[in-house]
């Protein structure tokens, strides 16, 4: 079934109000989830709501946290999200650090004691859309292991980079440092479908195309992925005091991930005028997309341009829900009390939207 955006976003909303979100935290994390399926990051869309139910359940992730502002000098914050939506915390310290950031040039935040902060991109348009340069890191419940390691240790731990641009689109980059985030395992088991062999390994460290038995994540670019994801560590965790490594909950035990987050926000005003900044921006995208194309190719890309597109005609399409995701998300809204039981997905969308 195709629902629309402004569907999703209901859906989303209504789901998590009658699980007890505030409607503001709510709505934001609606947000976070539609921008993840309308730009084709289906891992952290809707597919990532059932999980976040069962956190819930489990008693993991806290829909009424009081976050704090506990360090406050300037230029620097600090955050605890007392294990509350990573989603609303970043969102939460950004609003904070923005007018920070345009006073003083450059202003950072991180945060402790936070569960997933959902699709990276969106803090990379947010922040363009505002003018700004950001630079976001994570940790993340442990997937991976250290280069020659054994040992789960080490999470996806994505970068997010965003740059405003003035005619183009922005420029948006956000990455793991694995191949792929957990969250398109968990999709590709839910389908029955096999995944490639370098996305995973099995317990022995071997490659599996099984997504069941996938138990660490491939890091991109071998050891250099790895240096990545220790410095996305460092940087998430060490300025916020917040877990890494064995210290971080289990993934399968639904346990507190605690994890941390850095978000670096610069006013690129403070260097040229934001026009001249934007054009120059353009005037880059343009030498990239107009270079010599190799054998086969039509269109050069920049970061984050093929999501941007996405988002534009699925706008206009609308996002399909698999009938399995459909079925999951039903049953939940009913254990919710949100819909009687018997009621299709149809009829779910249609409550919320009404």
Not at 179 to 200: H, L, N, S
Request: charged share 20%; net charge negative; glycine share 10%.
């Amino acid at each position: 079934m195709h629902i629309s955006y402004e569907e999703e976003l209901k859906l989303v909303e209504g789901i998590l109000t009658a699980a007890d979100f505030p409607v503001e935290d709510a709505r934001t994390i609606a947000r976070v989830i539609s921008h993840s399926d309308f730009t084709g990051v289906y891992s952290h869309g809707l597919s990532r709501l059932t999980r976040y139910m069962r956190q819930i359940k489990a008693g993991s992730l806290n829909p009424h946290p009081n976050f704090q502002k506990v360090l406050d000098s300037g230029a620097v914050m600090v955050f605890d999200g007392d294990s509350g939506s990573g989603i609303v915390s970043l969102n939460k310290a950004y609003d904070e650090l923005l007018p920070r950031a345009r006073e003083l040039g450059i202003a950072m935040a991180t945060g402790r004691h936070n569960a997933n902060i959902g699709c990276g991109s969106y803090y990379g348009w947010r922040a363009a859309a505002d003018g700004m340069v950001a630079l976001v890191t994570c940790n993340t419940y442990a997937f991976t292991s250290p280069f020659g390691g054994a040992d789960r240790l080490i999470g996806t731990n994505p970068i997010i980079l965003g740059v405003p641009g003035g005619e183009s689109y922005p420029i948006v980059m956000d990455i793991s440092t694995t191949f792929v985030a957990m969250g398109k395992i968990q999709a590709a088991e839910r389908e029955g479908q096999a995944i490639p062999d370098t996305w995973a390994k099995d317990y022995d460290g071997a490659p599996t195309t099984d997504p069941s038995k996938a138990f660490s994540l491939s890091p991109i670019a071998g050891h250099k992925g790895y240096g990545l994801a220790v410095m996305v560590d460092v940087l998430s965790t060490m300025f916020s005091a917040a877990c890494f490594g064995t210290d971080i909950g289990l993934f399968s035990k639904l346990e507190k991930e605690n994890t941390g987050f850095c978000l670096i926000l610069i006013d690129p005003s403070k260097f040229m005028p934001l026009a001249d900044f934007k054009a120059e921006v353009d005037r880059y995208a343009h030498m990239m997309k107009d270079g010599r194309k190799a054998p086969g190719v039509n269109e050069i890309f920049l970061p984050g341009e093929i999501e941007f597109r996405k988002f534009e005609a699925m706008r206009q399409t609308g996002f399909e829900v698999s009938d399995k995701l459909a079925s999951e998300l039903t049953e939940l809204s009913v254990t919710l009390g949100a819909i009687e039981e018997g009621a299709d997905f149809g009829a779910l969308v249609r409550h919320f939207a009404d």
